[in-house]
């Protein structure tokens, strides 16, 4: 058996002391040795984005990195986000403009969005779709997910 | 009566849920104990299998068991055919040969599985697939689809005297009449070309077999549960109680995940009872894009009589249709096109031949759209050719032919995939043509814009084209309605959700009925051990087919409500409302008995009952239509070309569509859009390419171009047409296809109309930016 390597990852708030095989990806070591589901894998080749997650602050694909390679790192996941009871704005927002169907790809478009959003809290239509090129989603044709984009920087702008 | 729910955009029940992680997809049930399956694939298109060598994977540690079909004993055998034979077609031949699952003597198509392996952890598993060895005798490989019938071409199954699968042929009126009284005949090679359904979650299954009840539980991410559950049932000779099919939230369907008979509910269910633990199998992007099903390679001969008018007197279309290794699915995709190449105009005289052929490919099934694309593209391609031969504009040419809106209901003739005549159920095609080519500003474009952009030596061209979506066909679906004893509503069917909202617009239709808000119904979907029967999810059917069936249990079931509540209230029903979860008296609203009050009452626990009586605020329902509703519409195009780089810029895209009734409108506009966006793809990014060898190099996103955001419109521009379909009580038809099914043809016209001059003679479905520069070049005379 391979030997494992101890981590010490700071996911959502809580820190996680494991002992993890060097080759476990990062979105395996999120969804399966944390259970936290919400974070989806769609191509595990680094093109499709559903993996997305924020790694200190910065959106990056879990699923083309080890999980050894963020030892030490601070780990945002949609489940960081709002809750069913009380969504987070960016999440109202795609729900109001019907920025998903089969809501697969829609949390890796949520964590793209929450960086995004950081650095260009009031994006114009063409920034926004610039913005979430890089995720994939089949069910939408993206129209709608550059608006809630667009309403979400609204929202939180109002907050 | 309170206001009604249809028609009305409301926020989707289940987005709540999807958006903050809460989501249940295949991949994230975990069970106690579970294994994880790995499948071994070949990588030869084509070979006899002499051995597999599994001794040294079954060896490793953490590898539970490996199978190969030889391990399977008399398990093994291939199908059954999830389609049947297209009967009902006179004189049609058809060589059944259902999916083997696992290959055993022969290997015909690369990525085909040949051996399973369960293990500890999906790594182990996937290490073991390399310590499986396989002694192969290659065989030649067949893609061709017209050398595929080459007297010697290699056999693909040598049982059979050639690879021909099938041969349908049908005619309406005489095409040799046609000819005989034409003016012009226009002839074309037309190819459309092959594309991957490409759900961005992959396909998967968890089976659970409990030994000491007897009962298989099965999660799976299929389009059609209850065929699934029949299916694995009569596999493993258990009764259809002893199977429980349930689909979890699925990403994506788009066609691929309605093939069932496949090594997931075939052999992993059988491992699971043989291993008697829990097993779980998620397919990864490699093994979707090699393994999983998909469409759309057919070339077709096609012809056109027209009058020097432009009257088209007929069409002649004879196409071969390939089908893969095996022809799982019968005929629906060929079918469908056949039915699509004649359904916007008036055509007396129509022969069609679908000449379906083995090849070493995937599996061919149904991808959005099915088989229509191709049959608009052929249509649309010819009428532009003999636009272009008659020197007519492409619109006096579609003006002129059209159906109008008199001749519905209108009786094509031809046989559809539902194997019924297709019947065009309603509509105002004219309609749709006009109001697209006046939001687009056709005649602006054309006889202000252009011109001056032209001189300026830039490329913008326009394209408008026609087309009809076939949707909602039979037999039929059901679903059951019941409101509980705490007022709230439940509303179950066995049919499948990838993302179309019916959490939200089956809720919608049954709140119409029962005066209860629709955040207080709750829609269980694809469980067949809560409902049990049905077909599945396929040719934009759902809200229509489970949605009157829906729409009359819940009127059952308000009549139910109403005729209790009129005897405890002692009021006659007439004088009754449904309104805010309770009935009471219309004029006296303080006058009620709530719907759960009502729901406990519904079933007597002491004293008698009337004869006929049936318990529970409850009532099911099923709905067969006589053929299916078609949706139709136009679709227009301003593309901007830059030559030099073969960039296209979608400068606009108007739409419009008919699909009747729209429940939800925010989520039949969601439908066009996702179709748009595959249509999109389908034109100018997408194509599943095999190489000489039978080797798909387009096997992963890094090669097969999947559309992006900033590849799309800045706004998809939709007007919306509403013809009731006089089928149904709510006058539905499907709209998951419509955009999916027109933009190769528009594109295609749009490009040609941009090089206007050069000739670019457009007759494949898939141009893409590197085929555009070569083809203006080439047109340039560069
Ligand atoms: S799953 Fe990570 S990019 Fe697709
Ligand atoms: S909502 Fe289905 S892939 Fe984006």
Known sequence: MTQKVKVAITVNGTLYEREVEPRLLLSDFIRHDLGLKGTHVGCEHGLCGSCTVLIDGLSSRSCTLFAVMVDGSDIKTVESLGTMEKMHPIQEAFQEKHALQCGFCTPGFLMTTVEFLEGNPNPTAEEAREAIDGNFCRCTGYENIVEAVQLAAKKMAAD | ?782
Not at chain 2, 35 to 45: E, P, Q
Not at chain 2, 283 to 299: K, P, Y
Not at chain 2, 628 to 655: H, M, N, Q
Not at chain 2, 718 to 726: D, F
Request: charged share 25%; proline share 6%; glycine share 10%.
């Open chain 2, 1 to 782: 009566m309170t206001e009604s729910t249809i028609s009305k955009s409301y926020k989707r029940n289940e987005d709540p849920r999807l958006l903050t992680g809460n989501g249940n997809y295949i991949d994230d049930i975990e069970i106690p104990g579970m294994l994880h399956v790995a499948i071994k694939r070949s990588d030869y298109a084509h070979a006899k299998i002499n051995k597999i060598d599994t001794e040294e994977a079954k060896k490793m540690p953490g590898v539970v068991a490996v199978y190969t079909a030889e391990d399977l004993g008399d398990y093994w055998r291939p199908g059954p055919l999830q389609v049947p034979p297209p009967t009902v077609i006179k004189g049609s031949i058809f060589h059944a040969r259902p999916l083997e699952c696992i290959a055993k003597n022969k290997i015909r198509f690369s990525g085909e599985p040949v051996a399973v392996v369960v293990a500890e952890s999906r790594y182990i598993a996937e290490d073991a697939l390399d310590y499986i060895y396989l002694d192969i005798e290659p065989l030649e490989y067949v893609g061709d689809l017209e050398k595929s019938l080459d007297p010697g071409a290699p056999l693909i199954h040598e049982d059979l005297e050639s690879n021909l699968s099938a041969d349908v042929r049908q005619e309406v009126g005489s095409w040799e009449k046609a000819v005989a009284e034409a003016d012009l005949v226009v002839k074309k090679r037309i190819v459309t070309k092959h594309v991957a359904g490409g759900a961005i979650e992959n396909r998967g299954i968890v089976i659970q077999w409990d030994d000491s009840f007897k009962v298989l539980n099965v999660w799976a991410t299929t389009q059609g549960p209850v065929p699934m559950r029949n299916s694995i049932a009569k596999y493993l000779g258990l009764m259809e109680n002893q199977v429980r099919v349930m689909n979890p939230d699925i990403g994506g369907g788009f066609g691929p995940k309605i093939m069932s008979s496949q090594i997931d509910d075939v052999v992993i269910p059988w491992i699971a009872m043989k291993l008697k633990k829990p097993i779980k199998w998620v397919e990864d992007r490699r093994e979707n894009f090699l393994g999983t099903t998909s469409e759309r390679d057919q070339v077709h001969y096609a012809e056109i009589a027209l009058k020097k008018d432009g009257t088209i007197l007929g069409v002649k279309d004879e196409f071969y249709h390939n089908t893969g290794a095996y022809n799982p699915y019968g005929m629906t995709v060929p079918l469908n096109t056949q039915t699509h190449v004649i359904s916007n105009y008036n055509i007396p005289n129509y022969f069609t031949r679908i000449i379906m052929v083995f090849t070493n490919q995937m599996v061919v099934t149904p991808v959005r759209g099915a088989g229509r694309s191709h049959g608009i593209f052929v249509m649309e391609r010819l009428l532009d050719a003999a636009a272009k031969e008659l020197g007519m504009d492409p619109i006096e040419i579609r003006r002129k032919n059209i159906l109008p809106p008199e001749s519905m209901p209108f009786r094509t003739g031809v046989i559809g995939q539902d194997f019924v005549e297709s019947v065009l159920d309603s509509g105002d095609y004219p309609g749709a043509l006009e109001k697209t080519l006046e939001a687009i500003e056709y005649e602006k474009f054309k006889k202000e814009i252009q011109p001056k952009l032209r001189a300026e030596g830039k490329h913008k061209g326009i394209g408008v084209i026609m087309f009809t979506e076939g949707t909602a066909v039979g037999p039929y679906e059901g679903a059951k309605v019941m409101v509980g004893v705490t007022g709230k509503v439940n509303v179950v069917c066995a049919y499948s959700n990838q993302g179309q909202g019916h959490y939200t617009t089956f809720a919608q239709v049954a709140a119409n009925q029962l005066g209860v808000d629709i955040k207080d119904i709750e829609v269980v979907i694809g469980d067949t051990g809560q409902w049990q029967w049905g077909v599945g999810a396929f040719a934009s059917r759902g809200m229509t087919l489970v949605g009157t069936a829906i729409h009359n249990a819940a009127v059952k079931v308000r009549e139910k409500a109403l005729n209790l509540a009129s005897k405890i209230l002692e009021t006659p029903k007439e004088e009754l409302e449904l309104a805010d979860g309770v009935v009471r008296i219309a004029d006296l609203p303080e006058k009620f008995i709530s719907l759960g009050e009502l729901a406990m009452r519904a079933n007597p626990t002491r004293g008698t009952v009337e004869e006929g009586m049936e318990p529970g605020l409850e009532a099911a329902s099923y709905y067969g239509p006589p053929h299916g509703a078609t949706g139709y519409g136009c679709l227009g195009l301003i593309l901007d070309v830059d030559p030099e780089t073969a960039k296209v810029k979608i400068e606009r895209l108007v739409i419009a569509d008919d699909c009747g009734t729209n429940i939800n409108p925010m989520i039949v506009d969601g439908q066009i859009h996702g179709g748009l966006q595959m249509g999109i793809g389908e034109a100018f990014y997408e194509n599943l390419v095999y190489d000489d060898y039978g080797q798909l190099v387009t096997a992963s996103f890094m090669d097969y171009l999947f559309p992006q955001a900033t590849d799309m419109p800045a706004k998809f521009e939709i007007k919306h047409i509403v013809t009731p379909s006089p089928l149904n009580p709510l006058g539905i038809k499907g709209i998951g296809e419509a955009g999916a099914i027109c933009v190769p043809a528009c594109f295609m016209q749009a490009l040609e109309d941009a090089f206007e001059g050069m000739d670019l003679d457009i007759t494949d479905s898939f141009m893409s930016p590197g085929k555009l520069y070569h083809y203006v070049q080439k047109a340039k005379g560069a």
